[in-house]
């Protein structure tokens, strides 16, 4: 970093590294979109269904195996050759140990979901952790020297690749196949290009695994947790209503709660690191956090709210007719979408301050709700069933969590709780005028979905501003929001 970007203040630098996260985020998941949107016409719902059932054993093993090396990496003190050298040998190890007990499972995903092509589809995904484990550990570099410029372009490249292979697989084959050799290729593409854009060559070194063993174990935990919450309804729907249900319910589930998913996994990237560096400054910690948490809740409630609203025009405008049975479960795993990111959110100050084991009682709970929830509401409703089960206990759980960060991260309980209600009321209201709307307009599908859009966008934004003026004007969102306008106006005029 150049010298004046080490003198920005910590929240200029959260802003800075925040814009760079969500601009590669958000071009990955553009390319991945697209990608779906290509794939979904040229395949059927049971070849996402095949490979859905496949990913399940592939991530449950991947993130058993996760030893979180580049969060281990990124707090103080872990500066040294030997720090990286270590983490890239744990890296390795757990890609041949993944691999390995990949090939031997997969012929029991085929038999557990009756369904025998799965057997090699989980085979030819077990080179993924493999190669993988080969990274260039030196990447690890750009986000830890705040460097987010470059970690962009090594995640939009890396996706950039991939798309072509994937997509051109797809136009030759037809069939799930195309898919499996998208899961692969990518971590080779990855691989090289680690080496390309980072000038460190790491050497075998296990000098400080105990110290990173005492920092993942419990990560590992909560990971695994959050892993079986996150795919805990794909099986029951697997398993209960058939693998083309389950390509239908995968889908919508990968487009509803990408949107949200999208805006906070960058954000977090980019706040780990920041709040790493003002943890021992308790109020700077505490307003940091709290107007990061106040601006993920716009985001996640504007959007989630939003795409429950607009799923009816969503999904047969962009992934066509036979994807209009997902249209239902889509509107429910878009509010999931929003809920579940702002749990995720409040696992950072927790990480940081080394609560991990509090992350990881959070993900067993949720999963111990979830667990019967998502069995009885398949009987009960289907599909549809199963994602308002999600929506039922994500809400369950928020309070829970926002407790633990607010007694083990001293924050206030109130100001996390005031960076919430306001956004999620805004997106309430906005979600409730556009469904009393709506059927009074009638209008082509695509611009009753461009009505809408526009719509919401107002009225979120107006309902936001005056909840915020009725409040008295907390400190929030809505404060930074206006001070920016302003700042933009004056400039405007001045120049």
Known sequence: MTRAEKALSPSRQ???????MVAARWATRLIGLVSTVILARLLAPEDFGIVAIALIAVGLLETVGYAGVDLALMRPGANSREHFDTAWTIQIIQGLLIAALLVLVAPWVGQLFSEPRTVGVVQVIALRPLISGFENIGVVAFRKELDFAKDFRFTVYTKLANFAIVVGSAFYLENYWALTIGMTSGSVIAVILSYLMHPYRPRLSLVHVREMWGFSQWLIISRVGSFLNRKTDEVVVGRLLGTSVM???HVANELATMPSSELVMPLRRALFPTLSKVAGARDEFEKLFCLSLAAIAALCFSVGFGLMAVAPEFVPLVLGDKWLGAVDAMRWLALYGAFSSLILTLEMPLWVMGRTRLSAAQTWLELALLVPVAFLAAHLKGMEGVAMARVAVSIAVLPVM??????????????LYGALWRPCLAGLAMYGI??????LVDAPVALLL?????????IFASVLVVLWLVSGRQAGIEEQALRTIVSLVGRRFRG
């Open 402 to 415: 926002l407790h633990f960060v607010s007694s083990s991260c001293m924050i206030r309980i109130g100001r």
């Open 14 to 20: 959260l802003v800075r590294g925040s814009a760079w």
């Open 247 to 249: 390509g239908g319910y």
């Open 434 to 439: 556009l469904a009393v709307l709506a059927p």
């Open 450 to 458: 461009l009505l809408k859009v526009l719509a919401g966008v107002v």
